[in-house]
């Protein structure tokens, strides 16, 4: 069954490094997310893409943050200056349509980052 | 935008028995309302979706309703196995015309054999 690939699953860095987190979504879907979950909250949304650009962004993406699909398949998320609040479950995730039937997201198993 | 609610405490349910679980939106009332399944540091996995002009919708022991004068689902597990022991999230668009998905915090099943 396609599935949503993630790397690394776990990073640890330093307050103020550059980290970036790498998804393959499933290859004919048409819109990619990156998500966010702190320890005990709610996930939340961070930004989406669709057709080489960004769809929408919440206010957590800041400026620090940028996306990008660098070839047919994968999809990374760049934090640019990480903080110590930036250590989340970073989630990818895909869909074939955006929104209403056909737009259940696929997410992948998460990237862990730890900000030290 | 939305306000989604979810019960805090988590659920303990007797093996066998049906659990239920409530989503309430505070706003307007979605086009859709979506239900996953997170398993403790995984991804949440997609259940079910259901329309705003379907009452009800079923998949194998899983049953979601969706009540917009109540502005609340309803997310029933019948006959719950220990498998069944997850966290389960509520999702759908945080304001009308919106295509992403915004969740709730979820509510924790724990079924015990």
Redesign the interface.
Known sequence: EPE?TQTPSHQVTQMGQEVILRCVPISNHLYF?W?RQILG?????LV?FYNNEIS?KSEIFDDQFSVERPDGSNFTLKIRSTKLEDSA?Y?C?SSEE????G????????S?LTVL | SQKIEQNSEALNIQEGKTATLTCNYTNYSP??L?W?R?DP??????LL?I?ENEKEKRKERLKVTFDTTLKQSLFHITASQPADSATY?C?L??YYG?????????NQVVVIP
Do not use: I
């Open positions: 949503v997310y998500y909250q709610k996930v939340e949304f989406s929408e479950m989630f995730a955006a929104g209403g039937p737009g259940e997201l696929f997410f992948g198993e998460g862990r | 086009a859709y979506q996953y997170q540091g995984r991804g949440p996995v997609f979706l329309r999230l999702a668009p945080p919106n295509n992403r998905l915004a969740f709730g915090k979820g």
